[in-house]
């Protein structure tokens, strides 16, 4: 059964980071207790969305972490998420297609507004929360974890970027197979991410994404809802969806309690 073989998959995981940490000798002995938490909980985080989206509490360390990395965490988790749910989602397909190379490269500028310059696509809705997140956490507390699976993550899409700027047309023969393998590399460091994210809290919420992001268990329906009743929002008065990268948003009628919108961020993660 499936449950049985996600059981099977966490104890060879488990196995396998255990030998490797003791065939590292005595040094070993000093790792520090998110490390240590980590050889656990890492394989836990990964068989979790196999079985099931939904968040699991059974061993919640959250209480125990700072009130800020408290307040960053609720606030932040949910923008992380739909993150890599767009990352799936949408940003995949787009590599794929150097015909799409456009929208790509659009992720990686920012705008001029007067006289400063607004962040770009890709660091209002990966680089700043992730950004909060890692400083908002101790260093022994998921903290460290988080900050170089950010840096790493930067360079991937940095460089996802640059290759996406050879797009048809252009002097540069296009390579979607380089673009694939930054999309690739970026995935695995936004995994790490999720996966310190959830170690630290104890909270196996955030779900990672397989290669290629083939049986992501997350909903694209529920999804492309989401991006179909935010523009209707839009035209209703209400924030667009880029608003929503940055602020977590409840949206709502003044003085009725009725949302114009639809589906919003707020009611997004409702049974999944």
Request: some cysteine; overall charge positive; hydrophobic content about 40%.
């Amino acid at each position: 059964s499936r449950p049985t073989m996600v059981l099977i998959f966490m104890g060879l995981i488990t196995s396998a980071a255990l030998h490797h940490n003791l065939g590292a000798g005595r040094g070993a002995e000093k790792a520090t207790g998110i490390q240590r938490r980590a050889v656990l909980h890492g394989a836990g985080a990964f068989a979790a969305a196999l079985v099931a989206p939904q968040a699991s509490f059974a061993d919640n360390l959250l209480d125990e972490l700072p009130p800020g990395a408290i307040t960053a965490y609720n606030q932040n988790w949910p923008v992380i998420q739909l993150a890599a749910d767009y990352f799936v989602f949408e940003l995949r397909d787009q590599v794929a297609d150097p015909q799409k190379w456009d929208l790509v490269g659009a992720l990686m500028e920012g705008k001029s507004v007067g006289s400063a310059q607004s962040p770009s696509q890709i660091e209002r809705r990966f680089i700043l929360p992730m950004r909060v997140l890692a400083l908002s956490f101790p260093p022994d507390a998921g903290g460290e974890e988080m900050q170089t699976s950010l840096n790493n993550f930067q360079k991937a899409v940095y460089r996802l970027g640059k290759e996406a700027r050879s797009s048809p047309g252009g002097f540069e023969t296009p390579n979607p197979n380089a673009a694939l393998g930054y999309w690739d590399a970026a995935r695995q460091s936004l995994n790490e991410f999720l996966v310190a994210m959830n170690t630290a809290t104890g909270i196996n919420r955030l779900v990672p994404i397989p290669p290629k992001g083939q049986g992501y268990p997350r909903s694209k329906a529920r999804y492309t809802q989401l991006k179909k009743d935010s523009a209707i929002c839009q035209n209703r008065g209400g924030e667009a969806l880029a608003g929503i990268w940055g602020n977590l948003m409840v949206y709502g009628v003044a003085g009725t309690g009725v949302s114009p919108c639809g589906m919003s961020l707020a009611t997004y993660f409702d049974g999944m």
